[in-house]
Structure formats: C-alpha cells, structure tokens
C-alpha cells in the first residue's frame, strides 16, 4: 500500500516557467516531509523539508506548500531552469523513527 | 570527507548466486539504512539500523539480509538472487533517526 502518492511522475516545463509537483500521504502520523532532488546516476540528494506546524517554507527558488487538513503538500520551483531538470521525490517519516516513506517520483524536464 | 561510498557500482549476477553490496560513511553517523530504487515505485526502504549493534526490516525485507559491522559499515547481502532483485541500491545515513539522510552513489545490479 502506497503511503504516500506523488503525482504527476513526468513533468515538461518551459525556461523560466513554474513547476509544481504534488504529493498526498494518508498516515496522519507523519511529522517530517522532506523533498528529494537526484540527478541522473547519482543518489537523492535533501532539497528542503518542512514539518506540519507551517504551512509554508520558501528557500531560494524552491517553495513547500503543506495541507495538513487536506494531507497533501507541495514543491514549487519558480523561474524554472534547465539545471533543475532531475527526479524530485516527496518523501513522509513517522516521529518515532527515521525512517521514510518516499512518493513514486516525479521525472522533470526544464526545456530552453 | 567521502560521505556515502558504495561498492560495487555495477554488478551482474546470475539467479541463484549471492553477493554482498557494501556501504561506509566517515560522518560518524549512527543511522544507516539500505534501499531500493524500482521505476514508478520511488525508493523503498530494505533494512536499515538505528545505531550500531541494531538493525530493522524496513518495507521490503524478503530476500536479503544485513550487518551493521561497526559504526561506519553497512552491508546488504543477497543470498540467492532472483531477477525480481534486479534494481538500484541505494545506502544512505543520517545524525539521528530524525535527521537529513545522505545518500550514496548506488550500486546497479542486473539478475539474469
């Protein structure tokens, strides 16, 4: 059963413009929601995370919006850039460990 | 500083054979965990370890075993792999049960 459900998996945007890529989890237990960047051959990298006391946590170009009501949260990347193409994942974690329950993955191309 | 190291990148096995895939960090963290990367299915959690001397089956335990050696190693072994096991393997640590996980390079692993 898929805790946590990452939409869309593939993601084309222009030069410049917005991406968002969205996620749902079902557990209200999840405490910790982090957003993972990898680059084609190399392992996931922490982007920004935010915990559910906030609904809102900006860093550079890359914003997370959080439902906790709704239980979905959100990564924007604003003035999108070709450098920004790689597979982002949303990721959930319980507060009484560490361990975490990744989203399926979203592919994103930035085109010039 | 290497961070996460994994060894080897790349292996093919036979069904039925066995190997170990390795794993060390020098970030004198206590956290190691061990993953799977399957496309459409994100990254799920195989085994990982707290703190050393103690380790957990995460969400796809079946078909492997682990060792946490000493604080800094973490190895996933695979006794009898099947083409199911086909995959990328991913090591990562983290501080704390609630901290940032870093992850290795992976390990790409093809069972014929």
């Known amino acids: 059963q898929q805790q946590v459900k990452q939409s869309p998996q593939s993601l084309i945007v222009q030069k410049g413009g917005i991406s968002i890529i969205n996620c749902a989890y079902e557990n209200t237990a999840f405490d910790y929601f982090p957003w993972y960047q990898q680059f084609p051959g190399k392992g996931p990298a922490l982007l920004i995370a935010i915990r559910p006391d906030v609904s809102e946590k900006k860093e550079g170009r890359f914003t997370i919006s959080f439902n906790k009501s709704a239980k979905q949260f959100s990564l924007h990347i604003m003035d999108s850039q070709p450098g920004d193409s790689a597979t982002y994942f949303c990721?959930?974690?319980?507060?009484?460990?560490?361990?975490?329950?990744f989203g399926q993955g979203t592919e994103l191309s930035v085109k010039p | 500083n290497a961070g996460v190291t994994q060894t080897p990148k790349f292996q093919v096995l036979k069904t039925g054979q066995s190997m170990t895939l390795q794993c060390a960090q020098d970030m004198n963290h206590n956290s190691m965990y061990w993953y799977r990367q399957d496309p459409g299915m994100g990254l799920r959690l195989i085994y990982y370890s707290a703190s050393e001397g103690t380790t957990d089956k995460g969400e796809v335990p079946n078909g492997y075993n682990v060792s946490r050696l000493n604080k800094r190693e973490f190895s996933l072994r695979l006794e009898s792999a099947a083409p199911s096991q086909t995959s990328v393997y991913f090591c990562?640590?983290?501080?704390?049960?609630?901290?940032?996980?870093?992850f290795g390079p992976g390990t790409r692993l093809l069972v014929l």
């Open positions: 990721a959930a974690a319980y507060n009484q460990g560490g361990k975490l329950i």
């Open positions: 990562a640590s983290s501080g704390g049960l609630r901290g940032t996980q870093y």
